[in-house]
């Protein structure tokens, strides 16, 4: 069993908490609880446990907290171009109160250049336990088999055959791959609404202006 080095940053709002590692894979998550299953756990087997993160072969990351928070920012270049994710759970003010929705979300905006990465979504729900399906929805991907349904919404442009056809998998194969689907301005991993499904996305995400 392969263990992944312990150099991650912590991100959560008080309900969730998430580590993610400085080449930018939620190597740790558990929901819709702290004490919850795990949904992606490569820091404890790097093969099995499964992980949510960004690539591109040959790029230089940096992570770093927002000054003064517990948002990460991890600057990716490509050589071609650089990128930013901005990785964090967020916390709403509601009157004289704070609401913290069991969400984490990754943001990926572009810096300069034509920088291009792939997405690598492999969520292993209830330990590594069960086989996931995905299923599309209107807003990204529905993940079903474990304890509960889990959910990855994103404004990414996706062909729906495509993402159908990448997610009938064997698990001991690589995750095949596939386009996104379509949501907000930015990525979540969400409860119903939170995130986790297993699939490669090959990701255009930065284009010169």
Same mark, same amino acid.
């Given at each position: 069993?392969?263990?992944?080095?312990?150099?991650?940053?912590?991100?959560?709002?008080?309900?969730?908490?998430?580590?993610?590692?400085?080449?930018?894979?939620?190597?740790?998550?558990?929901?819709?609880?702290?004490?919850?299953?795990?949904?992606?756990?490569?820091?404890?087997?790097?093969?099995?446990?499964?992980?949510?993160?960004?690539?591109?072969?040959?790029?230089?990351?940096?992570?770093?907290?927002?000054?003064?928070?517990?948002?990460?920012?991890?600057?990716?270049?490509?050589?071609?171009?650089?990128?930013?994710?901005?990785?964090?759970?967020?916390?709403?003010?509601? #009157?004289? /109160?704070?609401? =913290? @929705?069991?969400?984490?979300?990754?943001?990926?905006? *572009? &810096?300069?250049?034509?920088? +291009?990465?792939?997405?690598?979504?492999?969520?292993?729900?209830?330990?590594?336990?069960?086989?996931?399906?995905?299923?599309?929805?209107?807003?990204?991907?529905?993940?079903?088999?474990?304890?509960?349904?889990?959910?990855?919404?994103?404004?990414?442009?996706?062909?729906?055959?495509?993402?159908?056809?990448?997610?009938?998998?064997?698990?001991?194969?690589?995750?095949?791959?596939?386009?996104?689907?379509?949501?907000?301005?930015? #990525?979540? /991993?969400?409860? =119903? @609404?939170?995130?986790?499904?297993?699939?490669?996305? *090959? &990701?255009?995400?930065?284009? +010169?202006?």
């Amino acid at each position: 069993m392969a263990v992944t080095d312990l150099h991650h940053g912590a991100i959560g709002n008080g309900r969730v908490l998430a580590l993610v590692n400085p080449d930018t894979g939620i190597d740790w998550l558990c929901l819709p609880r702290f004490d919850s299953p795990s949904v992606f756990a490569r820091l404890l087997d790097e093969s099995r446990g499964g992980t949510f993160r960004f690539d591109a072969p040959g790029a230089t990351m940096r992570m770093a907290y927002v000054a003064n928070t517990n948002v990460l920012r991890t600057v990716v270049d490509t050589g071609e171009g650089r990128c930013e994710i901005v990785d964090f759970a967020p916390r709403i003010p509601a #009157g004289l /109160t704070m609401d =913290a @929705p069991v969400e984490v979300h990754r943001l990926v905006r *572009p &810096l300069d250049g034509t920088p +291009r990465l792939r997405a690598i979504f492999d969520p292993r729900p209830d330990y590594a336990r069960v086989t996931p399906v995905l299923a599309a929805t209107a807003a990204g991907l529905e993940v079903r088999g474990g304890p509960q349904s889990l959910y990855l919404n994103t404004n990414l442009p996706a062909t729906t055959n495509i993402l159908l056809d990448a997610i009938r998998r064997d698990s001991s194969t690589t995750p095949p791959a596939a386009s996104a689907t379509t949501s907000r301005g930015h #990525g979540a /991993t969400r409860n =119903a @609404p939170t995130s986790a499904a297993s699939t490669t996305i *090959p &990701l255009p995400v930065c284009h +010169r202006s």
